[in-house]
Structure formats: structure tokens, C-alpha cells
């Protein structure tokens, strides 16, 4: 199937520092959607993205569609210990089936 | 509360068993999913289903069935055609209408005794 492809696939990151990772694909979608996966726990919604060149935060997290509809990027400012996880990019191509990314594992060094 | 309830949280499938997950949302919403997640992995779609009473397969359909007699309900069974069944697998759902994003469900962990 279609593939997005998520980097970094892992970060060791101070607590405090900023976090920034994209995804890209050679296919263009209608839609971003970054969700967070906590260990055990489904993902939850974070960001959603409905066009192009769209940036939207949300607290300390911001994220945008690319121009070419074709990559997306979130970025994290002054990260805290509650930030660890798993963050997807998922993108709709048509309406019903949504494409993931492979996830970014977010560690944190307090 | 509104949500997406998955249950059992942990099952335990013996070699050639049928396990049924059960996902039940009272959102209203139209659209379900069953995805499988492999570890360091994303997540790969097995079933969805956009109305009551029809269901598409998804990426990786084979060794599993779905049922839709009712809105609000979409059970995944895993079958003993399945030979690695040992995954999380999540449940989502969405209103049916445009690019509403998906919502989950907090998933069931499947284990081979």
C-alpha cells in the first residue's frame, strides 16, 4: 500500500529543547493528522490539517501542511517529560482509508 | 462519557481458536476501523466498514472476519487461518461525512499461549 515516510524514527532529546519531525510521499493527500501514542494506549489526535500551506498550533505543538500537499511537519517547543511517546503522521488520500506513517519515538533525558 | 470502548484489554489465543475483540463507540459516528500494530511499527489496516451491514477488506484482511448488525458496534474475529496473530490491534472511528479525521479506541493486546 501506500507508504509516508516518517524521520526521524527515534529522538533522545534534553527536557526543554525543541522537537521537529516531517513526513513526506510522493502522493499527494487531502489531509494531515499528527496523533500521539502513549505505551499500551490508542493514539489521540493532536493536530489535523485540511489544506495546503495550513499551520496550526495547538499549546506548545505546531504543525503544517505542506504547500505540495505532499509533506507535513510538527514541531514540539520546550519539551517536557509527559512529551515522551510515539508521534504518526497520517494522511487521507480519499475519504474513508487513512495512510500512517511509521512513527517518531520521542525519549526524553530530564 | 462519548468514546470508543475496546475489549478485553489483554486475550490469550490458543493454537487453532477462533477470539472475537469487541469495539463498541457511542459516538454516532458512521465510518469504523480494525488496524493491527506490530511492534516499532505503524499501523496496518485489516477491515473498515462506512455503513451498517457492509464492510470493506482492508491491507491485510486475510485470517480475519467483521460483522456490522449495528451502528455502534464492529467486532473483529480472529481466526486460526491468522498464524501470527500476536499484535495490538485498535479500533477507530469517524462521522462518515468528508475528511473527519479517526478517533481510537485503547486497544487490545492479543497473545498466543
Redesign the interface.
Known amino acids: 500500500g501506500q507508504q509516508l515516510n516518517q524521520s526521524p524514527q527515534s529522538m533522545f532529546i534534553q527536557e526543554g529543547e525543541d522537537v521537529s519531525m516531517n513526513c513526506t510521499s510522493s502522493s499527494i493527500f487531502n489531509t494531515w493528522l499528527w496523533y500521539k501514542q502513549d505505551p499500551g494506549e490508542g493514539p489521540v489526535l493532536l493536530i489535523a490539517l485540511y489544506k495546503a500551506g495550513e499551520l496550526t498550533s495547538n499549546g506548545r505543538l505546531t504543525a503544517q501542511f505542506g504547500i505540495t500537499r505532499k509533506d507535513s511537519f510538527l514541531n514540539i517547543s520546550a519539551s517536557i517529560p509527559s512529551d515522551v511517546g510515539i508521534y504518526f503522521c497520517a494522511g487521507h488520500m480519499g475519504a474513508q482509508k487513512l495512510v500512517f506513517g511509521q512513527g517518531t519515538r520521542l525519549t526524553i533525558n530530564p | 462519557d462519548g468514546g470508543?470502548t475496546?475489549s478485553p484489554k489483554y486475550l490469550f489465543r490458543k493454537e487453532g481458536q477462533n477470539v472475537t475483540l469487541s469495539c463498541e463507540q457511542n459516538l454516532n459516528h458512521d465510518?469504523m476501523y480494525w488496524y493491527r500494530q506490530d511492534p516499532?511499527?505503524?499501523?496496518r489496516?485489516i477491515y473498515?466498514s462506512?455503513i451498517v451491514n457492509d464492510f470493506q477488506k482492508?491491507?491485510i484482511a486475510e485470517g480475519y472476519s467483521v460483522s456490522r448488525e449495528k451502528k455502534e458496534s464492529f467486532p473483529l474475529t480472529v481466526t486460526s487461518a491468522q498464524k501470527n496473530p500476536t499484535a495490538f490491534y485498535?479500533c477507530?472511528s469517524r462521522p462518515g461525512q468528508?475528511?473527519q479525521?479517526?478517533?481510537?479506541?485503547?486497544?487490545t493486546?492479543l497473545s498466543i499461549l
Open positions: 470508543i475496546q465510518a516499532g511499527q505503524g499501523l489496516l473498515y462506512q482492508g491491507d485498535l477507530a468528508g475528511f479525521p479517526q478517533h481510537f479506541g485503547d486497544g493486546r
